[in-house]
C-alpha cells in the first residue's frame, strides 16, 4: 500500500491566499519540510500559474484552474483532484478517507507558530495580520481597530461564527484565514444574505442538505429583506441548520448552517424587527428605505414631480411637495433631480414632514 501526502496551498478566500504566499515567502523552508515527511508520493495542489520554481524530484505539482474555494479544504476532495477530477467532497474530513493518505496544509508543514489571517470589513488596519492561534477577539480588535462603533466580527469558513460585544473575552482557536469587522452601518440581515449568497456559489451540489439547504436559506433571508418575510421562516431556518449540521457531506454546509444560527443568536431581535417592524435599523436594506422632502430646504421648484414617474409626488408651485410613500417605488430619481438636496432616504429614523403639501417658508 503506497503512502501518499497532499499539501494543499489553495485558498479558501481569493482576497486571503495565505497558503500561496506562505508558500511563496517560504519556498525552500517548505520543500525541505514536505520532502523530510515519510511518503511514497506527494503531491502539491496549488492554483494555476502561481507555480514558479523549479519542481524537486519527489513532488508532483497539480495546479488547479481555480484561484479559491471552500472545498478544498476538504481531504476527500482534495484526493478526487489528485486523481485528476474536480474537487467534490465525498464527506466530511475524518469520515471516512483511508489513512494511506494524508492531507497537510502549508501551514502545517511549515510549524507556523502565528496564524494570518486578513482583516477587512470596517477595520481600521485591513489587511494581513498575524495573530496567536489561540486568542480572543479583543486582541483582534485591538490590532485590526474599527471605524465608527463596533458591532461584530465575522469569522468565516470554516469557523462561521459572529462574535458580538458581549463574546469578546471568550478564548477561540483561530482556523480561519478571513475575518470581517462590522460596524454600525452595516445590517445583520444584509450581511447574512450575502454570505449566504456566498456560501451558494460555493456549493458542490453533490449533497442535498449542502447544496438545497443553503438554496433555502438564501430564499428566506432573501424574502426578509423584501418585506415578505414572516416569523415562522426564522424557526425553519433554524430548523434547516440543525438538519445541515447534522446531513451534509462537507463542512461547507455546517458552516453556513454554523453562521445562520450564530447570527440569530447574537442579532435575532435585529433580524425580526425587518419582520415585525418592517424596519432596517442600518438603513441598507433598500426596500425598507423611504424617501421624504424636508420642509426647511424644499423650494416648490416642481422638479421631482417632472421626473417621478409613480406620481407619487404631491404638489404645486411654491408649496412644500410630499411623497405618498404607498405609491413611492424608491427609484430615487427624485433625489438626483433635487438641486436643493431636499430630499433624502431615511431608514429606521423618518424626518418630520407635512402629510401634505403646504406654503414655502421660502
Known amino acids: 500500500m503506497m503512502d501518499t501526502i497532499i499539501c494543499n496551498a489553495m485558498p479558501v478566500y481569493h482576497e486571503a491566499p495565505v497558503s500561496p504566499m506562505l508558500l511563496k515567502d517560504n519556498t525552500e523552508k517548505f520543500m525541505e519540510a514536505l520532502l523530510k515527511e ?17 519542481k524537486p524530484e519527489g513532488l508532483t505539482v497539480i495546479e488547479t484552474p481555480y484561484k479559491s474555494g471552500f472545498t478544498y479544504g476538504n481531504d476527500s476532495a482534495l484526493i478526487k483532484v489528485t486523481e485528476g477530477e474536480k474537487p467534490i467532497p465525498l464527506c466530511r474530513n475524518h469520515g471516512g478517507i483511508s489513512g494511506e493518505s494524508r492531507v497537510m496544509t502549508v501551514e502545517e508543514l511549515l510549524n507556523e507558530e502565528k496564524k494570518k489571517v486578513y482583516v477587512g470589513g470596517k477595520a481600521k488596519k485591513k489587511g494581513f495580520l498575524d495573530f496567536d492561534r489561540k486568542t480572543t477577539p ?8 474599527v471605524q465608527g462603533i463596533f458591532k461584530t466580527m465575522y469569522f468565516g ?29 452595516d445590517c445583520m440581515l444584509d450581511f447574512l444574505l450575502k454570505t449566504a449568497d456566498r456560501y451558494g456559489k460555493e456549493a458542490c451540489g453533490r449533497c442535498v442538505f449542502g447544496n438545497e439547504g443553503v438554496f433555502q436559506i438564501r430564499m428566506l433571508l432573501t424574502d426578509m429583506t423584501l418585506k415578505k418575510g414572516k416569523m415562522s421562516d426564522v ?6 441548520c440543525h438538519e445541515m449540521k447534522q ?41 425598507f428605505l ?39 417605488s424608491g427609484c430615487g430619481a427624485c433625489i438626483e433631480a433635487c438641486e436643493e438636496n431636499a430630499i433624502i432616504r431615511a431608514g429606521a429614523d423618518k424626518p418630520k414632514c407635512p402629510k401634505k403639501p403646504v406654503p414655502c417658508k421660502h
Not at 515519510?38 to 523549479?54: H, M
Not at 458581549?166 to 470581517?180: K, V
Open 138 to 145: 479583543r486582541d483582534i480588535l485591538a490590532a485590526s481597530g
Open 290 to 328: 423611504t424617501f421624504h422632502i424636508l420642509l426647511d430646504l424644499c423650494t416648490g421648484c416642481m422638479e421631482c414631480l417632472d421626473v417621478c414617474e409613480d406620481d407619487a409626488i404631491l404638489g404645486k408651485k411654491k408649496f412644500i411637495h410630499v411623497i405618498d410613500q404607498n405609491e413611492c
Open 157 to 185: 469558513h470554516p469557523m462561521g461564527v459572529f462574535i458580538n460585544e458581549t463574546m469578546m473575552d471568550q478564548p477561540i482557536e483561530l482556523t480561519t484565514d478571513y475575518i470581517e469587522i462590522l460596524n454600525e452601518t
Open 247 to 287: 446531513q451534509s457531506l462537507c463542512e461547507s454546509g455546517f458552516s453556513i448552517a454554523n453562521t445562520v444560527e450564530s447570527a440569530l443568536d447574537c442579532f435575532k431581535i435585529e433580524i425580526e424587527e425587518h419582520i415585525t417592524k418592517k424596519s432596517c435599523k442600518a438603513g441598507v436594506c433598500q426596500k
Open 38 to 54: 515519510p511518503a511514497d508520493i506527494r503531491y502539491l495542489i496549488v492554483p494555476e500559474g502561481d507555480w514558479k520554481w523549479d
Open 235 to 240: 424557526d425553519l431556518m433554524l430548523e434547516l
